[in-house]
């Protein structure tokens, strides 16, 4: 975890830091996301705001168009503060800052924050032992929070473990998605040997 330092001039050396819980966060196309910090510093905040570092100045994400109706602030003078983006979709991935001002002070919209990564699930098929072949219930980026992986046999669960690994026998009739505990509604797409048709849903 690492702090950013503002040293303010007025009426001498005044040290204020914004640190934030996580540099990295990697999760789930359509999921949740909660980006928090902590603020300690001589004077409380009268103003705060998150925007995104890659814009050419800093917007206010609640009046973004692309984030209309997904995200809030939530914090007080004191903090701590946290932006809750909801529906997350592919093109959130980016870097985000918080900033804010005090009677006395405006924080600098050049310190890092977090960057934020969203990813699908995609299930790859590599061949294995005569006969088997090995699943991976794969991403872009790692997930955050050590996951747990559910997979789905024929629309039936079969297994449920941390790795994102799942060696079995197919057969061409056999389809297999998988998803994470705790978000089973955001599975991948299946795959199947036989047909699409058998893809074409989930359990």
């Excluded at 990697?26 to 409380?44: E, R």
């Excluded at 602030?73 to 529906?87: A, H, K, M, V, W």
């Excluded at 995609?122 to 991976?136: D, I, R, S």
């Amino acid at each position: 975890m690492h702090s950013y330092h503002y040293i303010s001039g007025v009426q001498g050396q005044s040290c204020n830091r914004v640190t934030y819980t996580k540099r990295r966060i990697c999760v789930l196309k359509g999921s949740t996301v909660d980006i928090s910090c902590t603020y300690v510093g001589y004077y409380y905040t009268k103003s705060t705001l998150w925007f995104r570092s890659d814009k050419s100045t800093p917007e206010d994400l609640t009046r973004d168009a692309g984030y209309a109706g997904r995200v809030e602030y939530t914090g007080t003078y004191e903090g701590p503060f946290t932006l809750r983006i909801t529906d997350l979709r592919e093109e959130d991935s980016a870097e985000y800052r918080f900033t804010f001002k005090t009677y006395k002070i405006e924080w600098g919209h050049s310190f890092p924050g977090t960057t934020l990564s969203v990813t699908g699930l995609q299930v790859k098929v590599t061949p294995a032992a005569e006969g088997q072949k090995t699943l991976t219930c794969s991403t872009t980026c790692t997930l955050t929070d050590n996951p747990t992986y559910i997979w789905y046999k024929n629309r039936h669960k079969v297994k449920e473990d941390t790795s994102s690994l799942y060696s079995d026998y197919f057969s061409d009739a056999d389809s297999y998605s998988c998803a994470v505990k705790g978000h089973e509604d955001l599975h991948s797409p299946a795959v199947c040997e036989y047909s699409t048709v058998h893809c074409g849903y989930f359990h």
